[in-house]
């Protein structure tokens, strides 16, 4: 038994399954998590020492490799002289200076603790500014726990919302309206049917909690005309696309300004900060200047500041490195879809900037549905493949990849071999 099964096995005595957050259980690829004790630039090593090439980089922060000596010094700068005051620090005032600096449609920003708290957050200020109750979401697009937001789209649900977990009242969701992703009718269709009810359209620009599923021309713009018309706010989801596309985010990239955008993940540079912000006419609307309520002990944390701050200070002074991981991502996808080419196979790789995902399916991969047709079998058996190779990839198809500036050119071209070792046997 190897020692993370060890710990495992310890852990479902007192953790609800054995993990903290349920993709960590490795269930879905039928085995057992990898228990990890260290990270340095594109690696990962577990409790049995084994290094992997990382692809997960927890879930997106990472964009620097782990360990970063910036960040990781001013942590430990921070964390000797406090680690929490429950007040307000500098740092926090540099970081919001910061963020409104890199990303022009942010005028005013709030930190809070996790994109949950984020995307709680704005839907709470988008109902305050708006006057109004309802929400359009995007099947298949994830905006965290909250119970509002735990909703997905089937053909019988167009007009109501249903919970998508047990202990959500039918309530909760009442008020959440489910579209389709890249499908602007079914957008239009709500609000014609009752336009002056909606106060926000929240969409992830970059679709990556069901894979990676990119925007199709002309919607995001779609989303932002509709808004206007309607006078409800369009608030973009950027808890994975936030400083990871390029500076001012995927909302820069496509040239779509958002009312509201919430971030998560890099932003804390491995730390666990979320922050939410947009224009100030909007974000005035929160305590204590306006009536939406929202606080938080641990909001603003200095030692998370400091290093979110170190990440996006040397993101935002080296503009270069968007380009170069950019092309470094662009490359290593074009490498995944030539091998799979060569194998003969049709499945599907979508991609942008240094975020993408391999669908093993046939068919394009647009939206929830299209990728709802993945082989999840087949995906199991490619993972467990590469994990065993000493890749660490997300066990899950339904899961993005992330490349990081760390990972070297030599490190990408290992992984193209064994995922080449694996298609072409």
Not at 104 to 114: A, D, G, K, L
Not at 164 to 177: F, H, I, N, R, W
Not at 365 to 378: G, I
Request: hydrophobic residues 40%; proline residues 4%.
């Amino acid at each position: 038994m190897t020692r993370s099964e060890e710990l495992f096995s310890e852990a479902v005595k007192y953790i609800p399954g054995g993990v903290n957050s349920p993709v960590r259980a490795f269930g879905s690829i039928g085995s057992v998590p990898r228990f990890i004790k260290k990270g340095d630039m594109a690696s990962i090593w577990d409790e049995d020492d084994r290094e992997y090439i990382d692809y997960i980089g927890s879930w997106g922060p990472m964009i620097l490799g782990h360990n970063h000596p910036a960040v990781l010094n001013a942590v430990i700068e921070y964390a000797k002289q406090g680690l929490s005051y429950g007040a307000a620090t500098k740092i926090e005032v540099e970081m919001a200076k910061l963020v409104c600096a890199m990303v022009p449609s942010i005028e005013m920003v709030r930190m809070v603790n996790s994109g949950t708290e984020a995307v709680m957050s704005a839907i709470r200020t988008a109902r305050g500014y708006t006057g109004r109750d309802k929400i359009i979401k995007f099947t298949g697009c994830y905006h965290g726990h909250s119970d509002g937001l735990l909703v997905k789209a089937g053909s019988g649900v167009m007009t109501a919302g249903v919970p998508d977990s047990l202990g959500v009242p039918k309530g909760y969701t009442k008020d959440t309206l489910s579209a389709e992703y890249n499908n602007l009718e079914s957008v239009k269709a709500h609000f014609e049917r009752c336009g002056e009810e909606i106060a926000a359209v929240i969409v992830e620009p970059v679709a990556a909690n069901m894979g990676t599923v990119l925007p199709e021309e002309g919607f995001l713009q779609g989303l932002r005309e509709l808004c206007t018309e309607y006078g409800a706010l369009l608030i973009f989801d950027e808890v994975i696309t936030g400083f990871r596309l390029q500076a001012d985010g995927a909302q820069g990239y496509f040239g779509v300004t958002p009312d509201l955008t919430t971030f998560g993940k890099i932003i804390g540079a491995g730390m666990p900060v979320g922050a939410y912000g947009g224009r100030r006419e909007v974000m005035e609307m929160v305590a204590p200047v306006g009536g939406v309520y929202q606080a938080g002990t641990l909001s603003g944390n200095p030692v998370a500041m400091a290093a979110g701050f170190a990440q996006l200070s040397i993101l935002n002074s080296n503009p270069d490195y968007y380009v170069k991981l950019n092309q470094k991502g662009d490359s290593f996808f074009e490498g995944m879809k030539d091998i799979i080419k060569e194998a003969g196979l049709p499945w599907q790789v979508n991609h942008i900037g240094s975020l993408g995902s391999l669908f093993f399916t046939g068919e394009k991969v647009r939206d929830y549905e299209s990728a709802k047709t993945s082989d999840t079998k087949a995906y199991a058996d490619y993972c467990n493949y590469m994990l065993d190779h000493g890749i660490y990839i997300a066990p899950a198809q339904f899961e993005a990849m992330f490349i990081s500036m760390a990972h070297l050119p030599a490190q990408l071209e290992q992984t193209l071999d064994v995922m080449r070792s694996y298609f072409c046997r």
